[in-house]
């Protein structure tokens, strides 16, 4: 059967989602090349194949793999994105979660909606990592008093570059607090510590540069510059 007829459950193309999204421990929306030295001169190489990809190459086998260990998560992304009912129903979902909802409220999918499925996975962690931060900073507090310095033990939530912007927003968790500081170092160029990874709980001391609310989490936050991390 040619890959544009066949039709698989959704519950299985789910499942070769969340295979892709193990292999690559990340969602690649396209493949990722480097360029190496040959003798023949610098060439082009493939060190990643996007998530579609590797999800199309699976669903083009005559005897699809069905990894068991995958479907825990399959059940779970299956059960979040039926969700979207609501939100369709409500006319509140945006362009991409109608997209989603279409094709998860079938019972079948072919070789051509599997892009849509390749994120879910990423989509739906990165959902329940920020739930339960939200939580976990519901009652936050600001921290030291504007202009102060202060040193406390944290806790890096989360470290993302704005391409739009070219800097980093670095956020921090401690005894609960949100701390927020924009930076143009990258991960990697923090001179005591090397890299900063998330998730790793570090000594950080910065000056207060402002108390507010954070409009993405909806609850106090302490911005912070002259910031040093140290372990």
């Not at 996007?50 to 069905?66: A, P, Q, S, T, W």
């Not at 825990?72 to 979040?80: C, K, L, P, Q």
């Not at 979207?84 to 006319?91: A, E, G, H, R």
Request: net charge negative; proline share 2%; charged share 30%.
């Amino acid at each position: 059967m040619t890959p544009t007829i066949k039709q698989i459950s959704i519950k299985d193309a789910l499942n070769l989602a969340v295979q892709a999204y193990v292999k690559n421990g990340k969602y690649h929306r396209e493949d990722q090349y480097e360029y190496v030295e040959t003798e023949d001169g610098p060439r082009e190489r493939k060190t990643v194949q996007g998530n579609k990809h590797l999800m199309r190459e699976m669903f083009k086998e005559d005897d699809i793999y069905i990894d068991p260990k995958c479907n825990d998560m399959v059940e779970d992304v299956y059960a979040h994105y039926q969700g979207l009912v609501f939100k369709v129903m409500s006319n509140t979902a945006n362009d991409f979660e109608q997209s989603v909802y279409k094709v998860i409220a079938n019972e079948t999918v072919g070789y051509r909606d599997l892009g849509i499925l390749a994120p879910l996975p990423s989509l739906y962690e990165h959902e329940v990592a920020r739930n339960l931060f939200t939580q976990e900073i519901a009652d936050s507090q600001h921290v030291g008093k504007e202009k102060e310095k202060v040193t406390v033990r944290a806790t890096l939530h989360e470290a993302r570059y704005i391409r739009s912007r070219d800097f980093y927003v670095y956020t921090f968790i401690s005894e609960g607090n949100l701390i927020t500081h924009f930076s143009q170092k990258a991960i990697n160029e923090w001179a005591t510590v090397g890299v900063v990874r998330e998730g790793e709980e570090y000594t950080i001391t910065f000056k207060v540069k402002r108390h507010g609310e954070s409009s993405f989490y909806g609850c106090k936050d302490t911005v912070v510059n002259y910031l040093k991390i140290s372990d």
